[in-house]
């Protein structure tokens, strides 16, 4: 054992698998006398580590003896795994849990618990104490292992329970976890973020850095393949600082490394890299890989070093670039993809122009672009040049239409090619063509069948556009 770990204690781990134990026998007693069983519905927003929590989330819900529903209206139990990186993700977590007051007021035996980023915060807390009267518990990210514990006292006729405020970090192990997919899946490395840079509030809601355990990472991903899962994702706010908090000598490169050692036909995939802690090791690793995906996303967030030193990012543009540059010369054929935050307080026109130029010159496959949004708490809502909204929404419509001209050009190369895809199933918008991902994550549409889903299949593509590709199954 290191020193610095710090794990949610077994006695901890087992109190709560005692409450879920107590809750199923109520459950199953009350699916014995209503001859149906009480349901949960759960909803998330915000990123991939949210998506991964709320998994757990429902692991519990279901153990304690829920049955899953997609319709709030049916449940005896809900859960809002809210975000708080954008004020757009809280007022959109505020309004869902503000629809839910009239399902209260049919069904009072129902429980509402609205968990995630947004309720650490002191101020939104203190918003849903005060005018959402109707929600039960609220739990924070670090916290959630108790998830069972405060469903029991509540249900018991116990106060409203509000347990989002901590600093103490721990990692939990253990906790029963239910799976969107039978074939993509989520692997958790590390917990929280160091790095505070200006704008950002995920320091201050989900705390320190913590790695898990390399064997119980090893363990879990190692299972998920022989489970026959093909595309596993490891997550961390910043996952090249994995490892740093162990004290051992052994990094994020050396556990995709090990995690490549594992046989059989999947692909591996992290997010996010801090480009700060990006090495050249890692690149190597990925270089050498059998299973690691041709893939970095990699936030560069702005091409001007005036605001990158505004933003607190500890890299410059030509240190930026100087890794994309490696990653390309040693991963051919490599997808890269990118943040980009517009409208950062104090970004002058030639700033922005400046982010112009690095994505002219930085070439990414795909971005995903943010306009600023100021958080409470962090030092650049306090920055005295905020930018004007119509400003923003300039800048962002400029960043977008010369992005979506060099993806286009990024995706015409694929045009006679066959790429191998991961098939998803029927797409949304229409449900007569099929769609998959490619390892750098670009959407491809094609003739798929049934059979195919969870598969991987080789396309081969006869059309690209700016969002996807379009091909046939290579039979
Ligand atoms: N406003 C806008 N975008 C933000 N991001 C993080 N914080 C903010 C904010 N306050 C973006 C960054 C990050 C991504 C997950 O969200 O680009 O990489
Ligand atoms: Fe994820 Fe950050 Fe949103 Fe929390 S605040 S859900 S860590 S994106």
């Not at 994995?242 to 000598?249: A, H, L, Q, R, T």
């Not at 995690?259 to 480009?275: K, N, Q, R, V």
């Not at 390309?328 to 104090?346: A, C, H, L, M, N």
């Not at 769609?435 to 080789?458: A, H, M, P, W, Y």
Request: with cysteine; charged share 30%; proline share 3%.
């Amino acid at each position: 054992m290191n020193g610095t770990y710090k794990a949610v204690s077994a006695e901890e781990i087992s109190k709560q698998n005692e409450y879920m134990s107590k809750l199923r026998i109520a459950n199953d007693r009350y699916f014995l006398s209503a001859g149906y069983r009480r349901k949960v519905f759960s909803l998330t927003l915000g990123c991939q580590q949210n998506e991964a929590d709320s998994e757990r989330l429902m692991g519990m819900a279901l153990k304690m003896g829920y049955e899953r529903t997609e319709n709030p209206e049916d449940a005896s139990l809900i859960i809002v795994n809210t975000c708080a990186i954008r004020e757009h993700a809280e007022k959109r977590a505020l309004s869902l849990v503000g629809q839910y007051k009239h399902i209260k007021a049919k069904n009072p035996d129902l429980l509402i618990v609205v968990c995630g980023c947004m309720v650490v915060q002191e101020h939104r807390a203190n918003e849903i104490k005060m005018r959402y009267p109707y929600v039960d518990i609220i739990l924070g990210p670090s916290l959630m292992h108790r998830l069972p514990e405060h469903i029991w006292q509540r249900s018991g006729g116990g106060k409203r329970i509000f347990d989002s405020a901590t600093d103490e970090y721990t990692v939990a192990e253990g906790l029963p976890v239910s799976r969107e997919s039978s074939y993509r899946a989520w692997v958790s490395v590390m917990y929280g973020c160091n790095n505070f840079c200006s704008y950002c509030i995920v320091p201050y809601v989900r705390g320190r850095e913590r790695s898990r355990r390399r064997e119980d990472v090893v363990k879990e991903v190692r299972e998920l393949i022989e489970k026959g899962y093909k595309d596993i994702t490891l997550l961390g706010q910043n996952v090249n600082s994995y490892g740093k908090d162990s004290g051992f000598d052994y990094d994020f490169a050396d556990l995709l490394a090990e995690l490549d050692t594992i046989e059989g036909d999947y692909t591996l995939h992290f997010m996010t890299s801090h480009p700060k802690d990006a090495t050249k090791k890692l690149v190597d690793v990925m270089a050498q890989s059998r299973h690691v995906a041709k893939h970095f996303h990699l936030p560069m967030q702005s091409g001007s070093d005036r605001v990158l030193k505004a933003m607190n990012r500890r890299y410059d543009f030509e240190k930026y670039i100087g890794i994309l540059d490696y990653i390309r010369e040693k991963i051919q054929g490599v997808t890269i993809t990118s943040d980009i935050i517009v409208g950062f307080p104090g970004e002058s026109e030639e700033d922005f122009e400046g982010t112009l130029n690095a994505l002219r010159r930085a070439r990414f496959d795909m971005i995903y672009s943010f306009q600023y949004s100021p958080r409470k708490g962090t030092p650049a809502a306090e920055m005295a040049e905020q930018i004007p909204q119509a400003v923003k929404s300039e800048r962002f419509d400029r960043l977008l239409s010369l992005q979506n001209e060099i993806s286009l050009e990024s995706n015409k190369p694929f045009e006679g090619k066959t790429v191998r895809v991961l098939c998803d199933g029927p797409s949304k918008n229409n449900p007569d063509v099929y769609s998959g991902r490619t390892e750098g994550g670009k959407i491809v549409f094609f003739d798929g069948e049934e059979g195919d889903i969870g598969q991987f299949l080789n396309i081969n593509i006869d059309r690209a556009d700016t969002f996807a590709l379009y091909g046939s199954i290579v039979r």
